[in-house]
């Protein structure tokens, strides 16, 4: 019945109860400030990871944990049932922000690009006229958008796909930072191109100068959304609000997510146009948890402080060092180094182990990071981190990419 035990996974011999769909690095988190993690034994780690980029104001950000406990002292969870005072507050915000009529708010960043497919779909039918069930969306290999069946449907990596079919239809992949093969692929059907304007999980990827600008004026020559999932490149941590800004894109679509919760409750938002939100009608979509009036106060709490571009200065400077110093180990243990601000993918070169094998290194070293795949890790710290902290993280890298053996 359960297969051999190869087929099923051995339990972790630490975390017993806790299924095994993550292998994390042998540190146990007791509490965390700022950019730095304090493990159960009391060693502290500089976090290099920030939770993917959720933690991009740092661990408890006072200002953020100020509201939070504010709000938990007067109203927390109402459902959409019912009217709460900080929601329409919180969406005028982000809108502005994001220079959009309106805010579709869910909870997690899977549940932001599933919302945001259901939203171009019912675009499709209801403005462009696309035939029932006929929609397509467009999108690029070697994506990442999250873990449902139906972002898994159309992802290429064996591992998040292989054994959890029949897949969702309804979507094209074509090569990412390919213009022409968006182009090619784009019929009647369109109604959506999604992507990442930098590729996070397939190894901080910064496409082509010319294929964001490109995708915006085919998206718009052949009347077809563009969607940009920012839920990890937005919010500052490229140093701008959001990636597509580096290529004076628009998307007609935002999905965010991750650092929108503020480090503390999962917030996530569809933000778009009223001609493109408006096709949702009461009762075509929901969330008992989206919008409640916690994620309210901690994701508008999140908005103000991105408001005067002081993070996103910090991310770009700070960014701007991280990558000339890291640029350094290129050619010493290092292959290649992308990315912009203060996000980094980093290629080892193959022969000092995975990506995996350096991150332990790392946490020895006192620095966490996260692999991506292969040989490659990515740092992604709070924007909080200072400069001496990302010369002394550079240095710890240099070491662990030094002493192989
Ligand atoms: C993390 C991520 C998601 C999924 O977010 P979850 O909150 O883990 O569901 C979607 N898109 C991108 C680009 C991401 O980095």
Redesign the pocket.
């Known amino acids: 019945m359960r297969g051999s035990d190869r087929e099923v996974n051995v339990v972790s011999a630490s975390e017993p109860h806790v299924a095994h769909n993550y292998s994390p690095l042998p540190v146990t988190a007791a509490s965390a400030e700022g950019a730095w993690i304090t493990d159960v034994d009391g060693r502290r780690y500089l976090d290099c990871l920030g939770a993917?980029?959720?933690v991009n104001f740092g661990h408890r950000h006072p200002r953020i944990v100020a509201a939070a406990l504010d709000q938990i002292g007067r109203v927390t969870l109402t459902s959409r049932a019912f009217r709460s005072a900080g929601l329409e507050p919180f969406c005028a915000a982000l809108a502005t922000l994001c220079g959009k009529d309106m805010v579709l708010p869910m909870?997690?960043?899977?549940?932001?690009?599933e919302s945001a497919i259901k939203v171009a779909r019912k675009w499709g039918y209801d403005v462009k006229g696309v035939a029932d069930g006929a929609a397509t969306v467009i999108v690029a290999g070697g994506?990442?958008?999250?873990?449902?069946i139906s972002?898994v449907s159309f992802s290429d990596d064996p591992e998040a796909r292989t054994g959890f079919g029949p897949f969702t239809p309804g979507f094209i992949q074509v090569p990412y930072g390919d213009a022409d093969a968006v182009a090619a692929a784009i019929d009647q059907n369109t109604v959506a191109v999604l992507l990442?304007p930098i590729?996070?999980?397939a190894g901080i990827i910064v496409p082509p100068e010319d294929y964001l600008p490109r995708v915006r004026d085919l998206c718009t020559s052949q009347n077809v959304l563009m969607i940009a999932?920012?839920?990890?490149?937005g919010l500052g941590r490229t140093g701008t609000t959001f990636a597509c800004a580096h290529w004076n894109v628009e998307p007609d679509v935002y999905?965010l997510?991750?650092a929108l919760g503020g480090g503390i409750l999962?917030v996530?938002a569809v933000v778009a146009d009223a001609d493109v939100l408006g096709v949702l009608h009461p009762g075509e979509h929901g969330s008992t948890f989206g919008g409640n009036p916690l994620a309210a106060a901690v994701g508008h709490t999140v908005v103000d402080m991105l408001a005067d571009g002081t993070w996103q200065h910090r991310a770009a400077e700070l960014g701007a060092h991280l990558h000339a110093r890291l640029g350094e180990l290129v050619g010493n243990g290092v292959v290649a180094v992308r990315g912009l601000g203060l996000w980094a993918g980093i290629d080892v070169e193959p022969s000092l182990g995975s990506g995996k094998d350096v991150c332990l290194r790392l946490a020895e070293r006192g620095v966490l990071a996260k692999d991506t795949h292969g040989s490659t890790l990515r740092l992604a710290p709070p924007l909080v981190i200072t400069r001496e902290e990302i010369d002394w993280a550079v240095d710890q890298l240099a070491e662990a990419v030094r002493s192989s053996s």
């Open positions: 993917y980029s959720a909870n997690t960043g899977a549940e932001a690009v994506n990442f958008h999250g873990r449902t972002i990442e590729q996070g999980e999932d920012e839920i990890q490149s999905t997510g991750k999962p996530s």
